[in-house]
């Protein structure tokens, strides 16, 4: 597995949210389509900013005139799960698998296991007493500090998740709506008394993560800067996609 990197010349283009989106998704299209292999990456977005899940509907995760009246950008990724908020303060981590590594992984409790076994030891190291719960969250002192969604193809899938570690909780909560569907464990408490940032640092988390998934050498993200760029045009730049549910 190499860790895909955004060099120098790219990071203007890629502070955009749909850059970033458009990435996770050009990754596992390429592997899908055999012109890369496995890869996994950590990154943030410099301003805050609503995702959606693949099939979230717009008008019941989110407070769309809340995040209109603050410039908070509303965008939509290509896998499942529900509404987050990115931003600075919350690191995203992103990997593809192959399903020939591990053809377990097509099953989807499985894909679950494999991923967060790896980003629960690296948090670990940092936060001994963090834990898993629910389906694939990560939590400390019985509250959620990690989400964590996948996309599952032929060949390969793509799992990526938040680790909120300085986010802007009280934005959190104004931005996102109830949740639609909630882990047992939730007991109904609303964003503000659920979500908590924890105490890591993020770039040991980064080189932990990678220890983790067995990172070799790199891969920059101009080998797939067209893949990229048709889908900003296609899809992530366009409100169409963002507000089609």
Request: proline share 4%; hydrophobic share 40%; aromatic share 8%.
């Amino acid at each position: 597995m190499k860790q895909l990197v955004i060099t120098p010349e790219l990071r203007a283009q890629f502070a955009q949210p749909a850059y970033q989106l458009a990435l996770d998704e050009a990754s596992l299209v390429a592997a899908e389509a055999g012109e890369i292999g496995p890869t996994f990456r950590t990154w943030e977005l410099q301003r805050p900013a609503v995702v959606l899940g693949r099939s979230s509907k717009i008008d019941s995760e989110t407070d769309r005139e809340y995040c209109r009246e603050q410039g908070v950008g509303i965008f939509r990724r290509c896998s499942g799960g529900a509404s987050i908020v990115a931003g600075p303060g919350c690191m995203m981590y992103s990997v593809v698998l192959s399903l020939e590594d591990f053809p377990e992984a097509a099953k989807i409790d499985h894909a679950h296991q494999i991923v967060m076994s790896r980003v629960l030891a690296a948090v670990q190291r940092q936060l001994p007493s963090a834990t898993q719960q629910g389906i694939c969250d990560l939590t400390f002192e019985d509250r959620k500090f990690s989400g964590n969604a996948l996309r599952v193809c032929r060949r390969h899938l793509l799992y990526h998740g938040t680790v909120l570690y300085a986010a802007d909780l009280a934005m959190l909560q104004r931005c996102l709506a109830f949740a639609p569907r909630q882990p047992d464990y939730r007991e109904g408490r609303d964003h503000g008394q659920f979500v908590t940032n924890v105490p890591l640092d993020p770039q040991v988390l980064a080189i932990d993560l990678a220890t983790g998934f067995a990172v070799e050498g790199k891969i920059s993200a101009t080998n797939l800067l067209a893949t990229v760029e048709s889908l900003v045009q296609d899809r992530y730049g366009q409100a169409k996609w963002h507000s089609r549910h």
